[in-house]
Structures are given as C-alpha cells and as structure tokens.
C-alpha cells in the first residue's frame, strides 16, 4: 500500500488520532482507528440510504439523534459487521463502551464504525486486546495512521485538508476517507471522517455537511454499488475559541467552501482509487433543462460498464456515450447534443464528428474528460468516475477468500 497523499503531520488542535494493525486483517496491516477530541465535539453524520444497515451504523444513527455530540470514534477495517443479527449489534456496543472505558469519557460521547466483509462475526477477542495500545498510541501527529487503519481495497491513503480564516483567526478542517469498492452516488458511498477546530453549531454543521456530500461523495461512482456501511460523520470541537458559526454568519459560505474543497478532494481520490482503475474520468453535462436532468445523464454515462470499458482500452466509442443519455431518464433531443473527450469534438448535434483518431492519442492520460453538451437548457453538473478493467474483476472475485 503507497503511504498517504499530502502532509501526513497535519495537526488540528484539540484532536487526537491512532491507528495500529489489531490482527482483524490477514494482512498484518493497521485495521484499528481511534479518533479522539479532548472536549465533547458537535457532531453531524449522513448515513447510507441502504434499507439495509450494519450494526455500528445503527448505533451510531440511534446515539447522534439523541446526544448531537460526540468525542471519540472507534472504526475498525477487515470488517463490517453487517447482517450479523443481535450478536453483532451487542459486539459494536461492547466496543463503544470498552473505547469509554479506556479514554475516561460517558459511553454516550462514542461513536463506532466498521468496514469490510459483510456476514462474519467481530473478533471481539483481538480488538479489546488491542485497545488500550490504540488509546496509548493516541498523537496529535497520527491523522495518517488513522487514515491509514481505515482501508480496505483502497491502494492509498486518503486524506486532504484545507485552513479557513474566521476573522482574526485561522481554523482547519481536516478529513480521512476510504472507498475503492462499492462506491455509488446514495450517501456516502464509503467512509469519510472530518474534523475541525472552528466553532459551529449543529444546524450549520449539519446542512453544511449535506451541501458538501451533495457536491462531492454523492457526485462519484465506481462500480454503481451501495454499501451497508456508508458513513461520513464531521466533529467540530470548538478549540478556535471563535464566536460559533451559524447559517447567518458571514464566514458560514467561507466554511462552507472550505469544506466542499476537502470533501471534493477525497472524493476524488476515492474515484481514482476505484478497486483495478487506470483512469479517473470526469463527466461534465451542460446544456441540461434541469440539474436532476443532468445528473441523470451523467450518471448514466459513468455507470455504463460499456463507456468504462471503453476509455480502458483507449477507443473513443461516443456512440456508447450517446445511448448511456439516451436511456437516463432525463429529457434529452438527439439532434441537440454534441460529445467531447478531452476537449475534442467527436459528436455534434447528434452526428459524428470524424476524429476518433485524434481523441484516441489522448485516451492514453491518466485523467479523462467527457463533456455533454445536451443543448436544450442552461444547467450543469458532473460526476466522477474510473474505468473499469479485468483487475476490478479478479479483486471481487475473491474478496474476503
């Protein structure tokens, strides 16, 4: 596994963080996170829209409706604790309160996730063996080793952050996420953990939140596959000591931004870590009678396994292209459309346009751009995406084995 993209001693005052190897991985790797706020922190987390949950999400959608606040996240990797009945829900309260347990605090203040294999019992017996080193291990310094703890498939570490001035003030927000599999516009579509010293309360935190996941996680796909795990939760423990943010502030659209510039980050290094990609592919539509509408075409086009197949083999079919808009859902005129790879016009209103060849050369970059022009309105959107190769398939067709 590469070691983690960016700064990896990016400090957040007021946070804490760990990650070590706990034996739930066959690998030996870190498969233990431990994130930690030395005061009870606001908190807000979207959950996957799956009607099927795994227990650590449950708990964790049960404890913020009820507390709003949190100060520590325990997660483990290696394993998701899905469909494992009433053991499996008891296992994830166990860790909650052996994590209290260990770091001082109310039960209440914890919240757990879990990632990895769906069906198969917690190890229980390794991750409380392995939890006061986790505490011990606790550094300011440690985002990467979180970070790090958190993966499954993932190739790399994922991890951005972004500093925001409040007034007088210089605050940051930093985020962790994992997703390289199963990932699929839905909320979240993988793991993401965001931490901030800036003061804000929880009806800012929250719409803020659900305003970058719209613009970011929810704007990827890999393979238009949904997890039972998908979380992304966001603490601001309010060591800035500045006046607390809300939705009226004047630096509310500056925290905003901020955070859409992090959360835009890991999601794409989330896209173009997709389980065997080449490629990242952004999709563009413009022209669109209604955002719906281009969201719709542009999450046709990055979920076609013909479009994906075909960007990995360097052939600028725009007919696959074409059909992936004509069967979206959305309004669309076939006469009204022009298609470009890489800037290069290979459809125009409907008809081909002769230079494949030229767009082919530029099939061989790392990073691709499909821009559709529908042409009968004014709004936009866009997507990202990878390709898709034989390694996607040697990847699942022996996960967990």
């Not at 260990?102 to 409380?128: D, H, N, R």
């Not at 509310?252 to 794409?268: H, I, M, P, Q, W």
């Amino acid at each position: 596994m590469k070691e983690v993209s960016g700064n990896p001693e990016i400090i957040i005052p007021g946070f804490k963080f760990a990650g070590i190897p706990a034996g739930i991985k066959r690998s030996g790797e870190r498969d233990l996170a431990l994130i930690f706020s030395e005061s009870p922190a606001v908190t807000a987390a979207l959950f996957t829209t799956n009607k099927i949950k795994a227990a650590p999400v449950k708990l964790s959608i049960e404890r913020l409706a009820t507390h709003k606040k949190c100060q520590s996240i325990i997660i483990n990797s290696g394993n998701a604790n899905a469909c494992t009945g009433s053991p499996g829900l008891k296992n994830a309260r166990e860790m909650i309160i052996k994590t209290a347990e260990e770091l001082g605090i109310a039960p209440e203040l914890v919240c757990v996730s879990s990632t990895g294999k769906i069906g198969t019992p917690l190890p229980m017996g390794k991750i409380k063996k392995a939890l006061p080193v986790l505490v011990k291990k606790l550094s300011p310094l440690s985002l990467n080793h979180a970070a790090s703890a958190i993966l499954t498939t993932d190739t790399v570490t994922k991890l951005s952050s972004k500093k925001v001035k409040i007034g007088r003030k210089t605050g940051i927000i930093a985020g962790i996420a994992k997703g390289s599999g199963m990932i699929r516009p839905g909320m979240a579509t993988m793991l993401s953990f965001i931490v901030t010293d800036i003061s804000i309360n929880r009806t800012a935190l929250y719409s803020a939140l659900r305003e970058a996941v719209n613009r970011s996680f929810n704007r990827i796909t890999v393979d238009n596959e949904m997890s039972t795990n998908d979380t992304v939760m966001m603490m601001a423990n309010g060591n800035l000591k500045n006046i607390p943010v809300t939705m009226s502030a004047a630096v509310y659209n500056k925290f905003k931004g901020a955070l859409n510039d992090v959360t835009y980050d890991l999601a794409g290094m989330i896209a173009e870590d997709g389980e065997g990609a080449t490629k990242l592919i952004e999709i563009i539509v413009r022209g669109a009678k209604t955002e719906s509408d281009a969201g719709k075409v542009a999450s046709s086009v990055a979920n076609s396994m013909l479009v994906k197949t075909a960007i990995y083999g360097q052939d600028p079919n725009w007919g696959r292209i074409m059909a992936a808009a004509g069967y979206s859902g959305a309004a669309v005129d076939e006469r009204k459309i022009d298609i470009y790879i890489n800037k290069i016009k290979l459809a125009s209103k409907g008809t081909g346009t002769s230079k494949e060849s030229v767009a082919r050369k530029t099939l061989a970059n790392k990073k691709i751009l499909i821009t559709i022009d529908l042409g009968i309105g004014k709004k936009t959107t866009g997507v990202l995406t990878c390709d898709l190769t034989e390694e996607y398939i040697k990847i699942n067709a022996h996960y967990g084995t």
